[in-house]
């Protein structure tokens, strides 16, 4: 199976924008890289995906390396809200789907 | 709108016994996936279900099993229960063309505790 490789935590200033790093250097041409982060007692909620070119949306930013093997979740103003687990996610659609999470960053956002 | 809800909310097994965990999906969600996540690490994925079949499995044994039903809401079954087994199970709901989701909605999850 594929792997990814986050660092287990950082710490930004309030207002300031997070760059989350997520290795993936065995990722297949069907995989997407999708994003989530869970707060303490609660489900992980949905960030962003994508496969190829990098992605934009409310929330947060994702660029992917032009080899695919890493990419990075951007948080352009942090707020003390982000503060949270964000998991960087491999989805394999080649056969049957299957989800592989990350082992997660600890995100700590300092005011 | 009604979230994805899970019950029971907790649950106390003990070793060798079997448990029903269930999920309704948000409205209008064919898809539904399944997660173990143990304290501490990250969620792990169990199965995947779309319109009513699987399609989609994690690294998890047989005697993990699950049901999707025609109104979409699911149930996961674990047989002979293993203290590893003790997790909080996640169930995720999505709309989904073919099986492919772009975002899952997740449940609050049942803590499922075995002695």
């Known amino acids: 199976d594929a792997k990814t490789t986050q660092p287990n935590s950082m710490e930004s200033n309030e207002e300031e924008p997070v760059h989350l790093p997520c290795n993936h250097s065995?990722?297949?041409?069907?995989?997407?890289i999708h994003w989530y982060r869970q707060l303490p007692s609660q489900g992980p909620e949905y960030v962003i995906h994508?496969?190829?070119s990098n992605v934009n949306n409310r929330m947060a930013s994702l660029a992917i390396a032009e080899d695919r093997k890493s990419s990075t979740l951007i948080l352009h103003r942090a707020t003390l809200r982000d503060a949270a687990v964000y998991y960087c996610?491999?989805?394999?659609?080649?056969?049957?789907?299957?989800?592989?999470f990350g082992t997660g960053t600890r995100l700590k956002v300092l005011a | 709108e009604t979230g994805v809800t899970q019950s029971p909310t907790h649950l106390i097994k003990t070793r060798g016994q079997q448990v029903t965990l269930r999920c309704s999906s948000q409205?209008?969600?064919?898809?539904v996936s399944w997660y173990q996540q143990a304290l501490g690490q990250g969620p792990q994925f169990i199965f995947q279900?779309?319109?009513?079949?699987?399609?989609g499995r994690g690294n998890f044994p047989p005697r993990f099993s699950g049901l999707q039903f025609p109104n979409y809401s699911s149930e996961l079954n674990v047989n002979a229960l293993e203290l590893d087994d003790s997790a909080l199970y996640l169930c995720?709901?999505?709309?989904?063309?073919?099986?492919?989701?772009?975002?899952?909605?997740f449940g609050p999850g049942t803590r499922l505790t075995v002695l």
């Open positions: 995720a709901s999505s709309p989904s063309f073919r099986g492919l989701v772009n975002e899952q909605f």
């Open positions: 065995t990722i297949s041409g069907t995989d997407y």
């Open positions: 994508g496969l190829t």
């Open positions: 996610i491999l989805l394999t659609t080649s056969g049957t789907y299957k989800y592989i």
């Open positions: 409205s209008g969600h064919n898809t």
């Open positions: 279900y779309y319109r009513e079949e699987e399609n």
